[in-house]
């Protein structure tokens, strides 16, 4: 009854709040709703500016979880009550991933719907699996920085009531998230780097059968400068036998393994941020490079670097909370290929056989093979977009194949509503690794227009670039396709998308 009461009374503070404001007021606490309940009750104290900004969200997150889990729930419908349940479960897995969004511009502590990079706070994700990218932005748009319970959305409303979740339950999960104006510390750093090398090995983990170990060798001077020296003779008296006397053969001195290991140095420019050693030269040591540096410098973007700091972090293996692609879970992608591609009526039978592979190199692909080939298009944008929604790691090679006959005039199920594909997510990719861009026309100003292809899979691809002149040769585009090819993360469409993008 007491947190009721309070809830309550937060929700009547709150409706009276001066909408006009242009500016959001700072608040204190992780949650306007509960405040920093949830951190008391497991550390026994309040949370000071030692305390990280992930631990915070982190520990607000499960313990409203916990809470909702365990509310009340007799008046709801069956439907709502298995949407509440399957939400709460995709809440669990957003808290765990541990990516959140970023407050870089509002002095304080604000909740943000989504950040400069496209990502979702707890609600906007939760939205996002029910409704739709295009729905999170609409909201966006016009509540980046305000409080739930202050949103005028009827779409929030109506998910509400869907979900079986009440506004002030929302308002409970929604975390606000603080800007620290404070100098980095030596310990910010090591946290910081941590979370970006476990980010980074996540993501370059499908190179890692391309790792090659390195070994600290001894550098070797230079024959050519070095004279020979002839060994001494040695002194034979007259008339005795000279023996010819050779060096004890002694084991060379083992040589010593370097430690994949992360350097980084603070303050600093962005190419010499961070060092890679102990990796062999090769894709798997660029791509480590490319994402622990933008990663970091993201995440150093709201410290004031005042003193030299310098830390070397372990890079170590996959994450255990990382699934692997089973041979069963392959299985049931086909399946459901299958079941899907009945829609693609025709007025004969058509036999299908349908391969859907799995490799490192280029992860989930599915092939089919139609006979006679009609509809085929259809057929085939199924199958692709069935074997793109698969976000797993691939760990080793896989094959599973059906064959099946699609008979004259079958009666199709119903195709579920596809939800249509904006490149909003993609462009705020592109913006957010325009330093790497710009490095490879050497920061020179002028306009640069990018032409970049979004695949299936979520991978985007350059298609042409115009650049200031006199940088249109061949290195430069080599050095921005290879850029934007390293920008991961995108929204996946139905089929490949084209767009023209102004840094």
Known sequence: MKLVASLVLTFAVLVTHNADAQVPEPLETINPVVGDQSFVERFGRAPNASDSESLRITTHLAWVEAELRGADTDHLNDAQTEERARLLDALSDYRERGVFPINNEVAGRRPRFVDHEGTRCAVGHLLEVTEGQEAVMAINESHEWDLLLEMDAPALRAFANESGFTLVELAMIQPTYGWRDRGLTQGDLRR?????????????????????????????????LVAPVPPPRPVVPPGARARIQRPPRTRPAPRRRMPPTAHVVTPANQENLVRILGVASGPYRRCLDQRITQDLTRRLARFQQERRLEVRVPITGRPPQTRELTQARLDQVADQIVTEIATCQTNVNQRVRVVVTATRARGVRALVQVRPARNRRCIETIANRRAASVNLLVARGLTSQRTVTIPAGAVAPPVPPVTSYSDARA?????????AIRQ???NQPGPVTLTVQVNVNGRMQLMGAALPPGLGNGGTLSCIATAVSRIGGADRPARTHTFTHDL
Do not use: E, F, H, L
């Not at 476990?198 to 890692?208: K, P, T």
């Not at 462009?427 to 330093?435: K, L, S």
């Open 427 to 435: 462009r705020a990719m592109i913006d957010g690794n325009a330093w």
């Open 192 to 224: 910081q780097t941590q979370q970006s090398v476990r980010r980074a090995v996540a993501q370059c983990d499908s190179v890692r059968w391309q790792r090659r170990r390195i070994r600290d060798r001894p550098t070797k001077p230079d024959m050519a």
């Open 440 to 442: 490879c026309i050497q």
